[in-house]
């Protein structure tokens, strides 16, 4: 009886996250699936419906490729994402060195100051992400901090124009995301070892090559975790971009935003999501095959 | 002001915003929006005591709203955004529970189309007596018998500039005519203290059509490629493009030529002096004409509370309400009554109330067809990327 009991209470507490996933991950996309074949028309809501009665208990379904193939006739969108691809990539490396770093002497320092040192990686969260961003604007702006102090201070004459660059959109993400490289790094670091290290040592190996051939390779789950973490919502940032960059790049987000309040096609704008997803999925997968190698390795 | 309209998330806004379009399947077909008018106004006795109003941020004079929830004992729950285009958005994917909404005319004229809005009952609207036949009739344009909107506010598109930063670089600029902005000779002098330009395609490439001395509502392919023409060529002065963010920056100097909407750069104006760092801020209305915008009260079709939307709508427009309204966001108010109640400064203002030969030179932006609009924003991307 008892073990029974304990397979349906297995089963629901396993049925809880696939229900959240159904209801909103599948059903969503679903939905903007079915809107990215559809038509446009200047209707409440702006789309035909695909499935229509045609009078005699008949329906018609017209599916419509065309939003996706339109996203290939015009070189913005395949620009755009490589774009996006190429940001979200480099604001990942960047947080990986930074934070690195940051992870490993937070998982080295001595027990009270860890948590500390933690909470000033997490105290940030405490203020909205909006009003972050709005701080660099003071900061980088022409008449801002940075400008004054060094123009203070004699090193520069003219202001360095650092508003709307591509290096303003850099730092904001790469400050944005920053903890979301730290925390997974650090869960991973701080579990390492100490007496692998002075085995090395023993050994004769100096501290890079027992940095570099044992806490490297045994930080690899961390680094992947952290960097999808980093690299998934940087690809489709908006709000950074917006405020910090300038307008001659363009990032995905901008043209989804385009498409659905600029053009009011929400079919095309439901196919630009929809490639967003499988660019996002893709790396998502390759994540899970690699971890479950890792499991596969281990046992 | 512009916070709440740029965090959305694209993608969040997008999966929210077809959630609700899901669920409002259940929605009356275009047709019977006006016939709901009609039902709705009889069965007005047991109305909430609530109306629901979105308008654009920085809008109205602050102590309007609760004037009205005294008077009436209706609740107000006032909402802002700063974009025609999120508005627009949220009403198309219908079931916003809002009963008063601003777009201005040219999005509305495409809303009406969509069937986004009732017809107003004009017997609960007696202040409607009181509006500018002329201005009534520029907007039949884009509501035929101006069955369902009201003007509230209207202003002009126009170029706002740091008057000592614009003469130091070029003390001979024309500053009466859309050469400042649109004549690469001139702007590139400005490149380095700073040009914006608003992001608003249809306007902007109407005032560019009109520094042509074409139709800015033209649709022609080879007007549309004139225009990108004259766009691309200032692209390398322009510093970015943006609808709000101009005001602060043309306050402390940030940037010294805008293209902007009239009370934004007079509120910049106004800032500028209180901050008295030395910045003066000017604002002219080309003499080839510019874009006129009307910001239009209007009633979704399915808003929960129509009369207590028409009791609002009426309350606007009663003289001394309008005039507060008009005085404080340095808009004009098509209230005829209202003009004497206008504060003085504002009233002689001939940025905010231009004078008849002004007036005579002032165009509509008509909503562009649905085949047209992909077009004017592929133009405008390109322009905005400079590529």
Redo the contacts between chains.
């Keep these: 009886m008892s073990v029974q009991g304990g397979r349906v209470g297995r089963r629901l507490v396993v049925a809880v996250p696939y229900l959240w996933l159904l209801l909103f991950f599948l059903v969503p996309f679903v939905i903007v699936l079915k809107i990215s074949f559809s038509e446009v028309r200047l209707a409440m809501p702006p789309y035909a419906p695909l499935l229509e009665w045609t009078g005699d208990r008949l329906a018609a379904i017209r599916i419509n490729f065309e939003n996706y193939s339109y996203l290939f006739t015009d070189p913005l969108y395949v620009s755009a994402y490589l774009y996006s691809l190429k940001v979200a990539a480099v604001s990942t490396v960047l947080c990986l060195l930074i934070g690195y770093p940051m992870a490993y002497a937070i998982a080295r320092a001595p027990g009270t100051w860890r948590s500390v040192l933690l909470m000033l990686v997490i105290l940030p969260f405490w203020t909205s992400f909006l009003l972050r961003v709005y701080a660099w604007i003071g900061l980088l702006r022409n008449n801002g901090l940075i400008n004054n102090a060094l123009m203070a201070l004699g090193i520069i004459d003219e202001p360095i124009t650092m508003m709307q660059t591509d290096f303003a959109v850099y730092v904001g993400i790469v400050y944005a995301y920053l903890p979301f490289m730290i925390l997974p790094l650090y869960a991973n670091l701080e579990k390492h070892d100490p007496m692998l290290l002075e085995a090395a040592a023993d050994l004769g190996a100096r501290p890079i090559t027992a940095f570099l051939r044992i806490t490297l390779p045994l930080s690899v789950p961390g680094i992947v975790a952290g960097s999808l973490l980093v690299f998934i919502p940087a690809v489709g940032e908006f709000v950074i971009p917006s405020l910090l960059g300038g307008a001659d790049q363009l990032m995905i987000g901008r043209v989804l935003w385009d498409e659905f309040f600029s053009n009011r096609d929400w079919p095309v704008a439901s196919a630009v999501a929809i490639v967003m997803l499988l660019l996002l999925v893709v790396p998502i997968m390759l994540f899970q095959r690699f971890e479950r190698r890792e499991l596969e390795e281990r046992a | 002001m512009n916070?709440a309209a740029?965090?959305?998330?694209?993608?969040a806004?997008?999966?929210l915003?077809?959630?609700t379009?899901?669920g409002?399947g259940s929605?009356p077909p275009?047709g019977s929006a006006g016939e709901q008018a009609g039902a709705s106004a009889q069965g007005a006795a047991d109305e909430e005591k609530v109306v629901n109003v979105y308008n654009w941020s920085d809008y109205i004079d602050e102590s309007v709203v609760a004037e009205f929830e005294k008077e009436f004992g209706i609740r107000v729950n006032y909402d802002v955004f700063d974009?025609n285009?999120?508005l627009?958005?949220r009403?198309?994917?219908?079931n916003t529970g809002y009963d008063v909404v601003v777009p201005s005319a040219s999005f509305l004229e495409?809303q009406i189309?969509?069937?986004?809005f009732q017809k107003l009952d004009k017997s609960q609207l007696p202040n409607l007596q009181h509006l500018d036949p002329q201005l009534v009739e520029r907007v039949a344009l884009h509501d035929p018998g101006n069955e369902h909107s009201v003007i509230y506010l209207w202003g002009t598109t126009g170029l706002g500039y740091n008057v000592d930063q614009i003469r130091k670089r070029m003390p001979d600029a024309p500053l009466q005519s859309w050469r400042l902005l649109y004549d690469p000779e001139v702007a590139k002098n400005f490149a380095d203290c700073g040009i914006s330009v608003l992001d608003a395609?249809s306007e902007v490439i109407g005032t560019v059509l009109m520094h042509l001395g074409k139709d800015p509502n033209s649709e022609e392919q080879a007007d549309l490629e004139a225009a990108e023409k004259v766009l691309m060529a200032i692209r390398p002065y322009?510093?970015?493009?943006h609808s709000s963010r101009y005001i602060d920056d043309l306050a402390?100097?940030?940037i010294c030529l805008a293209l902007g909407w009239s009370g934004d750069v007079l509120q910049a104006r106004d800032r500028a002096r209180e901050a008295g760092r030395g910045v003066t801020v000017g604002y002219s209305i080309p003499q080839e004409g510019t874009i006129v915008f009307f910001d239009m009260l209007a009633i979704p079709a399915d808003a929960p509370h129509p009369r207590n939307a028409h009791l609002f709508i009426n309350f606007l427009q009663r003289p001394e309400i309008a005039a507060r309204n008009s005085s404080a966001v340095n808009f004009a108010t098509p209230n005829t009554a209202a003009w004497p109640l206008v504060a003085e400064s504002v009233r002689n203002d001939p940025i905010v109330y231009p004078p008849q030969e002004v007036l005579a030179k002032l165009q509509p932006d008509l909503a562009e067809s649905?085949r047209f609009?992909?077009q004017l924003?592929?133009t405008?991307?390109r322009f905005?990327?400079?590529?």
């Design positions: 916070i740029r965090s959305l998330w694209p993608g806004a997008v999966i915003l077809l959630l379009a899901c409002g929605q275009a974009s285009e999120v627009e958005t009403l198309l994917a219908g495409r189309k969509a069937g986004v395609p322009v510093r970015y493009v402390n100097g940030e649905p609009t992909r924003t592929r405008w991307t905005r990327t400079g590529k």
